[in-house]
C-alpha cells in the first residue's frame, strides 16, 4: 500500500512539473506574439513612444541592438533563450533590469493576494456555517448576500470603504503605505467579492453533503449537528471551493491592479497598468510571466491540498 | 450508563411501536406515508418489514430513531425504545439513544460511510460519542470490533478509506460502527441490496449471530429470501399500513391477505421455466418463427448442441485491462452460442467478468484475443462504420435503462430514437404506440418524461426501446435489479412473453440465481473470468459439478416450500 501511494505521489509530481513548464511556454509565447501584434513600431515604443520624435539613426541603432530587423521567428527564437537564461531584459521607460522592478514590486501584491484570499476563506466559511441551518429563509438571505458580494466592483467598494472608514471614521489610512493598517482596506477590498463566490459555492455542497446517506449514518450513531458540520459536511464543502482557490487568487491578482490604483500602493498591478500606457513591452511580459508563474504554484499547492482532503483521488490507480 | 439501569428494570418489549402515523406537509398539501403502524420487537428477536417502495417501511424505520426526515410529522400513541419514550424525547435525548441503544446499518455503505473519513474515523464514533473513549482506547476497540464483524487484517482497514473496501467490506464495516457501543436494537434497512449472494449470506449470518447474542433486529427488506434467512416475525406493510403479520413461515406460506400471496409469487424461485410468476399459469407456447423452429422444444433436455445457426457466437474471447502487475484478467477465453428463442444465464460474482462478457457481445468492448459473430457475420475485429448498421440487431437491457437516455427527452422520443431510419413519421408514432402497447404501457405515456415514471415503469421503456429496433439478441444486464419484487416479476414475464412472440435470443446476466434459473434455458457459471460450468439450467442447478457453483447456490437464500 505504501510503495503504491509513494508512486502515486512522484507521478503526481512530475505531472505537475512538466504542466508548469508547458504553461510558463505557452503564457511566454502568446505574450510574446501578442506584444509583437500591437501596431506600431517597436523601436519608437522602445525610445518612449510615438511622442519621443526619435531620429532615423537612434531607431536604425535600437532595431540593430534589439534585433527588431531580424525575422519574427528569430526573435521569438531570442526572447525563449533569454528566457531560459532568466534574463527578462530592460525595461524602455524605467531603465532599470525588469527583474529589479519585479523583485521591488511583487512581494507587496503577493501579500496583498495572499492576505485577501486568506480573509476571503475566512468570511467563505463563516458565511456557510452561518447560512446552513436550512431554514428558507435563511438561504434566501444567504443567497442574496453572496451575490450582492460577488457582484460588487473592486473600485466601488475600495472608494466606498475609503469614504467611510479612512474620511469618515479615520480608522485606516486611504494610502497604503508600507504599515499594517494600511494593508487593511485593500485587502478586505479584494476579499469581499471573492468571498461572495466562495461561499455560494461552499454552501451548496455543504447542503449536498448534509442530505446525503452518510449524514444519516452520522446522526444515527447520535452525532450532533454541530459535529455532523465539522466533522463531516465541511470537508466535503471545501472541496469545490479548494479547487476554485488558484483561479480566484489569478482573479485577486486581476484585482490588485484596481486596488492598487485607488489605495496608491506600489505593486504589480500598478507596474503593470503604466507599462501598459506606454507599451513597455518587457515590463508587461515580466509581469506576465510572474504571475504565471504565481497561478501555476498556486494550483499546484491546491492541487496537493485536495489530494491530502480527499483521500479518493490521492490513491486513485491512473 | 442510565440507558442500561432503565433496561435492567424494565421487563417490556424492547420496541414497542403502538399507532404510528407519519406525514409530510401541512394543510392541503399534507400527505400520511405510515398510517397507525403498531408491533413490537423482543431482545434477541428479529422482525422484518417487507413491502415495495413507498410502502413506508423506511419512513418506520427512521422514526424509532427521530430521523423521519425534516418536516415529518410523527405521531404514536406510544414509540418507546428500551423503555425511554422516543415519540416526547427532545433532542439531546435522542441523541443519546442513537448509537447507543438504537443502532442503524442502512444500504449501500459506499455512500453510507463518509468517503473523506478513515473507517476506523466512522466506527469508532459512536465510542466517542457515548463512552468518551480516548483516541486510543476507540483505535483498539474499533480493531476488536472489525475483527468481530469478520473483516480479515482489521488493523490494515482501521486505517483505510472507505473506497479502498469492497462493498461487503463495507457493509461490514457499517454494522461494526452500528455496534460500537452495544446498542440493544439494531435497524438494518435493506442491508444487503447492493451486494453479492455469498456476501449477502455472510452479513445474514453475521445479523443472525448478533440476534443471537440477544440484540433485537428490525429488518427492512423487499426480498423475501433475506428475510427468510434471518426474521422470526414478518410484518407486511403495503401503502403506509400494516396488511398482515404474522410468524415468517406463516407470511411466506401466503399469510393471511392476498398481498402478501402476491408477494411471494413474485419470488421466481422454485418456479419452472415457462410459467408466468404473476399468474403462475404457463405460457401459451410460441409461434414458429419463419425458417427456424424454437428453441423451446429443446426445453429441459441437453440440447447443447442445436440445430441451426447461432444468432450470437462467441470464440475464445478475452480481454485484459491494464498491464504489468495491475493487470485484471476480466475475460479468459470464453466460447457461447446463443439461438434464437433461448435465453443463457450467465451467473457469478461481481468482478467476475459477467459485464465485461456482456460489452464484448454487444460489440462494445473489442477483445484482445477471439472472436463474435452476429447472426454468422464478423461482429468483433471490424471498423465501427461497418457495424453500425447491424447494431439495431443486437439491443441492451441494463438495470435502469431509460435513466441512460437524455433526461430532458419524453418516452416517445427515447423510444422513437431506437427505431429505424427512414420511417415517415406516421409510422414512427405508430411504431412508438406498438411499442408502449407491447410492453403493456398506456400509449398517453409517450409524451411523459421517463423521470415521472416509476421504477417498473422505466424499465419497460426500457425494454420497449430495445424491442423497438427489431433485435435478434438482447443482452439483459440485471435487467430487474432495480426492481421490488412483484415489478420484477412483471417485467420478468413479459421478458418471457416477447422471447416466445418472436424468437428472441436472450443473454441475461444476474447476481440473483433464482432469477437466472427461471428464465434460463441453459447457464454459464463465470469465476475471475473463466466458465467454469455450464450446460442446460436444471441439470447445473441440480448436480452443479463444481465446487464453485456449489458454493454460491448454498448462499442463495430459499423460501421454505410453501
Known amino acids: ?318 | 450508563m442510565s440507558a442500561r439501569d432503565v433496561s435492567e428494570t424494565s421487563t417490556g418489549p424492547l420496541l414497542e411501536l403502538d399507532g404510528l402515523t407519519v406525514s409530510f406537509g401541512s394543510g392541503s398539501s399534507r400527505t400520511t406515508v405510515v398510517r397507525d403502524v403498531s408491533f413490537s420487537i423482543a431482545a434477541g428477536e428479529c422482525v422484518a418489514i417487507v413491502g415495495e417502495s413507498g410502502s413506508g417501511k423506511s419512513v418506520t424505520a427512521r422514526s424509532i430513531l427521530g430521523l423521519a426526515g425534516p418536516g415529518a410529522i410523527v405521531e404514536a400513541r406510544r414509540l418507546a425504545v428500551d423503555g425511554h419514550d422516543v415519540s416526547r424525547a427532545g433532542g439531546r435525548e435522542l441523541r443519546r439513544l442513537r448509537g447507543d441503544v438504537v443502532g442503524l446499518i442502512s444500504q449501500d455503505a459506499l455512500v453510507s460511510l463518509d468517503p473523506l473519513r478513515r473507517v476506523a474515523a466512522e466506527v469508532g464514533d459512536p465510542l466517542r460519542l457515548h463512552r468518551d473513549a480516548s483516541r486510543r482506547e476507540r483505535d483498539g476497540a474499533v480493531i476488536e470490533l472489525l475483527d468481530r464483524v469478520g473483516i480479515p487484517r482489521p488493523e490494515v482497514r482501521a486505517r483505510q478509506y472507505p473506497h479502498q473496501l469492497s462493498g461487503g467490506l463495507r457493509q461490514r464495516a457499517l454494522i461494526a460502527s452500528a455496534i460500537a457501543a452495544g446498542p440493544r436494537l439494531l435497524i438494518a434497512d435493506e442491508p444487503t441490496t447492493a451486494l453479492d449472494m455469498t456476501v449477502q449470506a455472510g452479513i445474514l449470518r453475521l445479523l443472525g449471530a448478533l440476534r443471537d447474542e440477544d440484540t433485537g433486529l428490525l429488518l427492512i427488506s423487499h426480498d423475501l429470501g433475506v428475510v427468510a434467512a434471518v426474521a422470526d416475525r414478518v410484518v407486511v406493510m403495503r401503502n403506509g399500513s400494516i396488511v398482515d403479520e404474522g410468524a415468517t413461515a406463516a407470511i411466506l406460506a401466503g399469510g393471511s391477505h392476498a398481498y402478501t400471496r402476491q408477494l411471494v409469487r413474485a419470488v421466481p424461485a422454485g418456479v419452472p421455466r415457462g410459467t408466468a410468476l404473476l399468474s403462475r399459469e404457463p405460457l401459451p407456447t410460441a409461434t414458429t418463427i419463419a425458417g427456424h423452429t424454437p428453441a423451446r422444444e429443446g426445453r429441459g433436455g441437453a440440447s447443447l448442441d442445436r440445430e441451426g445457426r447461432a444468432v450470437l457466437s462467441a470464440r475464445g474471447v478475452a480481454k485484459t485491462f491494464g498491464h504489468g502487475t495491475d493487470a485484471t484478467h476480466a475475460v479468459r477465453g470464453i466460447d457461447l452460442d446463443v439461438h434464437p428463442g433461448e435465453t443463457i444465464g450467465v451467473v457469478g460474482e461481481s468482478g467476475g467478468g459477467k459485464t465485461t462478457l456482456g460489452r464484448i457481445l454487444l460489440a462494445l468492448t473489442e477483445p484482445d484475443v477471439g472472436t463474435v459473430l452476429l447472426d454468422g457475420e464478423p461482429w468483433s475485429g471490424i471498423r465501427e462504420r461497418e457495424r453500425r448498421s447491424r447494431r439495431r440487431l443486437a439491443g441492451l437491457v441494463s438495470q435502469d435503462t431509460s435513466s441512460s437516455v437524455d433526461p430532458r427527452w419524453s418516452v416517445g422520443r427515447v423510444i422513437a430514437d431506437a427505431l429505424p431510419p427512414r420511417l415517415t413519421s406516421d409510422e414512427r408514432r405508430r411504431r412508438v404506440r406498438d411499442a408502449l402497447a407491447d410492453v403493456a404501457l398506456d400509449p398517453d405515456l409517450r409524451t411523459r418524461s421517463p423521470r415521472t415514471l416509476s421504477g417498473g415503469q422505466r424499465q419497460r421503456v426500457g425494454i420497449a426501446r430495445a424491442l423497438a429496433a427489431e433485435p435478434r439478441v438482447i443482452v439483459l444486464d440485471e435487467p430487474v435489479s432495480a426492481l421490488d419484487a412483484t415489478v420484477a416479476a412483471g417485467v420478468l414475464d413479459l421478458l418471457d412473453a416477447l422471447q416466445r412472440d418472436r424468437g428472441l435470443a436472450y443473454v441475461l446476466i444476474s447476481h440473483d440465481l433464482s432469477v437466472v434459473r427461471h428464465m434460463s434455458d441453459r447457464v454459464a457459471v463465470m469465476l475471475d473470468g473463466v466458465v467454469v460450468e455450464t450446460g442446460p439450467t436444471e441439470a447445473v442447478f441440480s448436480s452443479p459439478s463444481h465446487e464453485y457453483t456449489r458454493r454460491l447456490l448454498a448462499d442463495v437464500p430459499v423460501l421454505p416450500p410453501a
Do not use: C, K, N
Not at chain 1, 84 to 96: A, E, N
Not at chain 1, 259 to 271: K, N, W
Open chain 1, 1 to 318: 500500500m505504501h510503495g503504491t501511494r509513494a508512486r502515486s505521489v512522484a507521478r503526481w509530481a512530475a505531472r505537475s512539473a512538466l504542466r508548469a513548464a508547458v504553461v510558463l511556454w505557452a503564457s511566454a509565447t502568446l505574450v510574446f506574439f501578442i506584444t509583437r501584434l500591437v501596431p506600431g513600431d517597436p523601436a519608437e515604443a522602445a525610445l518612449g513612444g510615438p511622442g519621443s520624435q526619435a531620429s532615423e539613426e537612434a531607431l536604425a541603432a535600437v532595431r540593430e541592438r534589439f534585433g527588431f530587423d531580424q525575422p519574427l521567428i528569430v526573435q521569438y527564437g531570442m526572447a525563449m533563450l533569454a528566457l531560459l537564461r532568466l534574463d527578462l531584459g530592460t525595461s524602455y521607460s524605467l531603465r532599470q533590469p525588469v527583474a529589479q522592478i519585479l523583485g521591488d514590486t511583487v512581494p507587496g501584491t503577493v501579500i496583498l493576494a495572499v492576505l485577501a484570499l486568506l480573509l476571503a476563506w475566512v468570511l467563505a466559511l463563516a458565511l456557510t456555517l452561518a447560512q446552513s441551518r436550512g431554514s428558507r429563509v435563511g438561504a434566501a438571505v444567504g443567497d442574496t448576500v453572496e451575490i450582492v458580494a460577488s457582484a460588487v466592483p473592486h473600485f466601488w467598494l475600495g472608494t466606498i470603504l475609503i469614504a467611510v472608514f479612512s474620511t469618515g471614521l479615520s480608522w485606516f489610512p486611504p494610502v497604503s503605505t508600507g504599515t499594517p493598517a494600511g494593508l487593511v482596506l485593500p485587502v478586505v477590498t479584494l476579499a469581499i467579492p471573492i468571498a461572495g463566490f466562495l461561499a455560494h459555492v461552499m454552501r451548496g455542497s455543504l447542503d449536498e453533503a448534509l442530505r446525503s446517506p452518510f449524514a444519516v449514518s452520522a446522526l444515527a450513531r447520535g452525532e450532533t449537528e454541530t459535529g455532523l458540520r465539522s466533522r463531516h459536511a465541511l470537508r466535503h464543502a471545501a472541496l469545490p471551493a479548494l479547487g476554485l482557490s488558484a483561479w480566484a487568487f489569478g482573479y485577486l491578482v486581476g484585482g490588485a491592479v484596481v486596488v492598487e490604483t485607488i489605495f496608491a500602493r506600489p505593486g504589480l498591478g500598478r507596474s503593470l497598468l503604466q507599462a501598459v500606457t506606454v507599451r513597455d513591452v518587457p515590463v508587461v511580459t515580466g509581469v506576465v510571466l510572474v504571475s504565471a508563474l504565481v497561478y501555476v504554484v498556486l494550483t499546484i499547492v491546491t492541487d496537493a491540498l485536495t489530494r491530502l482532503v480527499d483521500p479518493r483521488i490521492a490513491t486513485e490507480v491512473r
